[in-house]
């Protein structure tokens, strides 16, 4: 089967660091997706992991394990307008220059001041 | 165009009737995706089509959707003898023929299609 867990919500203040935890089973990997997705608004791409170790794009960045099917988002700096939802998916399989992504339920962060 | 493009952007329909649901692609994205998202939660996934091959449709939760995609174009999503229980935001996506900065073959999503059924 297909499984994809990450915490419900969180809740960090503005300044601060936050980890979001993801850990997946799935019947292939071929990919691992952050997403963010503000209320009322469609999903927009944060990170792409398909090798271990930790891609870094400003203030975000990822981490993937694939033999301990583990990944994190780690949000640094954080400002207001990260609240949001946080949403890890996986590719189990790529197939002719495309293929389904399994979402987690999404992680509602919350930034306070 | 520019991006993937849904509509309506809301739909309102009473119990039982039938309704559409419209994506328009990125222009040259061979893969588009239909997910559901429910109030609060994650996406489910639905179908997917790719090209010309048969569409994987283990997702669609019973024999009341459907959906239809013309080459690569247009794909629509059709829910008949809708229920309550269908309202959700549809979202759809197209993936890119080449790795464009957005993961191997990334999604883009559409802004969705939030339907309510009363």
């Known amino acids: 089967g297909q499984n994809i867990d990450q915490p419900t919500e969180m809740t960090a203040t503005e300044g601060a660091i936050v980890q979001i935890n993801c850990t997946y089973q799935t019947s292939g990997f071929n990919g691992l997706f952050w997403y963010q997705q503000h209320a009322g608004e469609a999903p927009t791409f944060l990170s792409y992991n398909v090798l271990d170790g930790l891609e870094e794009k400003g203030r975000f960045s990822s981490f993937l394990s694939r033999s301990k099917g583990y990944s994190y988002l780690l949000l640094k700096e954080l400002q207001m307008k990260d609240s949001a939802s946080y949403l890890c998916a996986v590719r189990p399989l790529i197939y002719n220059q495309g293929g389904k992504l399994i979402f987690g339920q999404g992680t509602e962060l919350s930034v306070k001041p | 165009g520019a991006g993937v493009s849904q509509s309506p952007s809301n739909k309102v329909t009473e119990k039982g009737k039938d309704v559409e649901l419209r994506c328009d692609p990125i222009?040259?994205?061979?893969?588009l995706y239909w997910y559901r998202q429910r109030l609060g939660q994650g996406l489910e996934f639905l179908i997917y089509?790719?090209?010309?091959?048969?569409?994987?449709k283990s997702g669609l939760p019973s024999d009341r959707f459907s959906a239809e995609r013309t080459g690569e174009s247009v794909s629509t999503l059709t829910i008949q003898r809708t229920q309550q229980e269908d309202s959700a935001v549809y979202l759809c996506?197209?993936?890119?023929?080449?790795?464009?900065?957005?993961?191997?073959?990334?999604?883009?999503f559409g802004s969705g299609t939030r339907l309510t059924v009363v």
């Open positions: 222009s040259g994205h061979t893969a």
């Open positions: 089509f790719q090209g010309n091959s048969a569409p994987d």
């Open positions: 996506a197209s993936s890119s023929r080449q790795p464009q900065g957005m993961g191997l073959y990334g999604y883009t």
